[in-house]
């Protein structure tokens, strides 16, 4: 009965793993991931990128100011000069200042500016879209990372309660056979039995470990396992449908709006590149002062007003080059688009079918465990009444054992699927986190 209460509490306990748990114990994932979107290290490099990103758009825009440059000079200038010889005269030594200003507007460049402006914009869209994208990874990162912490830890507990058991079955045998009513191969199987149960156990808590080292590097901490809770899935955010699903990820998927918006700047740069085959217009105002300047003695003012025009009637193919160039990568984005779309479609479709998978083993295998429960109940009462082996008692506790792993893991790749499908179809958010806390 021992062995029996043991089952039905670890039942229980798988159950939750699809049941979830109330508020308190749903917020602990809940505040893991909102601190993991504040602190962690690809958040914030995509930050900073947006925010580079946009002081391009200020670059960008200063091509519509004037550019205001100022000159000057002061020190002793000295003149030898043939001409200064032929006449005879001295050789010219003085002190000279001067001082210029130039004021240049653009006035015309081929449209180059305004598409250095829109194509910056697009970039600083682009840029915002990634943090969108790179938070949306690093919180399916985070749930992952938590859950597989829960998931070998619960695989552990199972397998220490299995070790025990046998180990319990192995005591009682060898008591039968110094009774002299046991089997002694029975007692050899059973410790046979009982090394494969302790490899396992290794095994899973070797996996742990490797849980916990992916954990430390997600959240930058180590986990507390004694303090983490399974977290309440959210089955209430997900759509009814597959199409739906589809849909869903082809309007809000992040990774869709980069590549669109990748698509919309090389047509942007496109349209730069043409800029070569226009002439460019400005408006050159200049002001000089100069005083003893190049043997002129005294004090010298100009100033102009020039309206400049220049027009590359040759450049050696490179604006064709620049047209081609520019041209195929705009095809390219546009396939890369429409890749992104077909991956993007492919994620939700595995993602689903993972989640209606897990969904479905977690039903088969709840009538598994209580199965094969039975079959071992009916088993030990045989063995204590003589008319069964104690390998056969051990082979239907494996079942038992093998059924509650399988279960577990089961509910866990559920969970975990969730996320993923969130993850597909751009929704999985704090807000998405929060409303679940918050039931």
């Known amino acids: 009965m021992k062995i029996k209460r043991v089952l039905l509490a670890s039942v229980a306990l798988a159950a939750l793993c699809l049941a979830g748990t109330e508020g308190a114990q749903a917020a602990v994932l809940e505040v893991e991931l909102h601190d993991l979107v504040d602190n962690h290290?690809?958040?914030?490099?995509?930050?900073?990128?947006?925010?580079?990103a946009k002081e391009g758009i200020r670059g960008a825009v200063s091509g519509y100011y004037p550019k205001v440059s100022v000159t000057g000079d002061v020190g002793p200038e000295f003149v030898d000069s043939p001409s200064r010889r032929k006449d005879n005269k001295e050789d010219y030594y003085t002190g000279r200042d001067t001082a210029g200003i130039t004021v240049t507007q653009k006035l015309f460049d081929g449209f180059a500016t305004q598409s250095s402006i829109e194509s910056a914009r697009l970039t600083s869209s682009a840029a915002n879209v990634n943090i969108e994208q790179v938070r949306q990874t690093v919180m399916l990162e985070g749930a992952s990372a938590y859950l597989n912490v829960l998931r070998q830890n619960s695989l552990i507990e199972l397998a220490k309660n299995n070790e025990a058991n046998i180990q319990q079955q192995l005591t009682l045998e060898d008591e039968r056979v110094q009774r002299g009513s046991g089997?002694?191969?029975?007692?050899?199987?059973?410790?046979?039995?009982?090394?494969?149960?302790?490899?396992r156990r290794v095994?899973?808590?070797g996996a742990l470990i490797d849980a916990q080292s992916r954990y430390t590097q997600v959240f930058n901490r180590a986990p507390e396992v004694g303090a983490m809770n399974d977290?309440?899935?959210?089955?209430?955010?997900?759509?009814?449908?597959?199409?739906?699903?589809?849909?869903?990820?082809?309007?809000?998927?992040?990774?869709?709006?980069?590549?669109?918006?990748?698509?919309?700047?090389?047509?942007?740069?496109?349209?730069?590149?043409?800029?070569g085959y226009y002439p460019t217009l400005s408006l050159e105002g200049k002001a000089n002062y100069e005083d003893n300047k190049n043997t002129v003695q005294g004090i010298r003012r100009d100033w102009t007003l020039l309206l400049k025009a220049n027009w590359d009637l040759f450049s050696g193919f490179s604006t064709q080059a620049a047209v081609a160039q520019a041209a195929f990568d705009y095809a390219g984005s546009r396939d890369n688009l429409d890749y992104a779309k077909r991956k993007?479609?492919?994620?939700?479709?595995?993602?689903w079918q993972a989640l209606l998978t897990a969904r479905e083993r977690v039903?088969?295998?709840?009538?598994?465990?209580?199965?094969?429960?039975?079959?071992?109940?009916?088993?030990?009462?045989?063995?204590?009444?003589?008319?069964?082996?104690t390998i056969n008692v051990l082979d239907a506790e494996n079942e038992i054992y093998n059924a509650r792993i399988n279960y577990v893991n089961a509910?866990?790749?559920?969970?975990?699927?969730?996320?993923?499908?969130?993850?597909?179809m751009g929704r999985l958010d704090l807000d998405a986190v929060d409303q679940v806390a918050a039931k």
């Open 411 to 424: 509910s866990y790749d559920a969970r975990t699927a969730i996320y993923q499908l969130l993850t597909a």
């Open 231 to 275: 977290p309440r899935p959210v089955t209430d955010l997900l759509p009814k449908t597959l199409d739906e699903a589809v849909d869903i990820a082809l309007k809000e998927n992040p990774s869709i709006a980069t590549s669109d918006t990748q698509v919309q700047s090389a047509r942007e740069k496109r349209r730069a590149a043409r800029a």
């Open 203 to 205: 095994t899973f808590e």
């Open 344 to 351: 993007v479609v492919e994620q939700t479709k595995i993602a």
């Open 41 to 52: 290290p690809q958040l914030q490099a995509a930050r900073k990128t947006a925010a580079s």
């Open 183 to 199: 089997i002694a191969v029975d007692v050899l199987q059973a410790k046979s039995r009982l090394q494969l149960a302790k490899e």
């Open 363 to 389: 039903q088969l295998l709840e009538n598994a465990v209580n199965i094969a429960s039975e079959v071992w109940e009916g088993r030990k009462k045989m063995r204590e009444a003589g008319k069964e082996t």
